[in-house]
């Protein structure tokens, strides 16, 4: 059978293999290939590996060559507050002079300041916004991406993010899965009436099901925000009609979010910066991922998550971006990537499960991608590197030279492909 692209001439080839969900130690196992080809046949992998590949090319075949460059699969950021309005750059000052986080939250800034802006916006507006966020998360070599609704806090303005989110999978080519968080939040006209808006809030995740504008709810499970209690209420209804569902747990305080989320069979508990020992045991005895977000430790200066602990208990980690205007505004992956390494101790191929195979695993797309195998989509990302290790320790750079998704070249030379 002849191929419609062959890239070849590939450094080497790094991808995990192992059946996913992929844990603990097993993390460490990658495939790595020498000298070798990747050949597509309608947007899928028709093979690859380092032996011969002339009996694929035909007349119509293009062939590409990687210079030697490496090839991963395309990353996935499985983690991201991608649509809403504005920035927050005067709280970094609040943050910096040690007002915490939570305080600002408190005196209506923070999130609520967002969900002010967010309601302002146009649709218009949101979409340019987060159309421009995704395109550069994409010349960093990501190519799927959870988009979270949550800066609504309303029906009307969360419906609005989630349909910015629906009209950019439409036109850009990155793919996108959506999660409503109503509940990232108490909007200041239910201050004081937390139990009206779970209320309220279940009400609207029966519309957002029926208009299917999300596959998954979310909670922000913290202090002052949602109690384990009413997260469980919340999530336990949106599991009821069908929602996969995954919170910010124990983030700044230990509430024991993600013990709740194991408990509720929730696809992955993010954050987990204070997260308790009893609940990394949990972890590990469950197929919950644990979603870890070490730019928003960076950003906002506060401990990492115990990633190595957890591996090394079995737990099933991923590694995502949280891109958002408050506590973590850069949508450069390789930064993510290289905090893994730096400050979660995590390993080149530990890293690369993580950010691949396991955040596919827990958003339910690990069929289609994740990992460079016969049959999946053809989402590659070559890299001007000579191996992983140095994509991890040459930091604060864009390593990525050009991305393929589902075949078709969408960065070329660091730059967007455009159609004509
Ligand atoms: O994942 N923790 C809650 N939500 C986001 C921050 C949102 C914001 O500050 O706007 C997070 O850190
Ligand atoms: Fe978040």
Redesign the pocket.
Known sequence: MSADLIIYNIGVLYTPYLKPPVRGHDMSKIKKINNAFIAIKDGLILDFGDHDYVHYISSSTIVFDAKKQIALPGLIDS?T?LV?AGT?EEEYAKLRAGIP?LDI?KAGG??LG?VEKTRNASFDDLYHHAFGSLSEMMLYGVTSVEAKS??GLNLETEIKQLKVAQKIQDFHPVRLISTYMGA?AVPKEYLGHTKGYIEQLIEDMKVIKNENLAEAVDV?C?TGVFSVEETKTILSSAKALGFSIKL?AD?IDSLGGAGLGVDLGATSV??LMAIRDEDIVKLSKSNTVANL?PG?SFYLNKGYAPARKMIDSNVIVSVSG?Y?????PTENFQFIMHLASNQLKMSPEEILNAVTINPAYHLGISDQVGSIEIGKEADIVLMDAPNLSYLLYHFGINHTKHVFIKGKLVVLNRQIVRES
């Open positions: 983690h507050h809403h927050r986080y939250l923070g999130i967002t949550g800066y990232h922000f913290e910010h983030e993010d954050h977000l928003t949280d958002n205007p408050g506590s973590c």
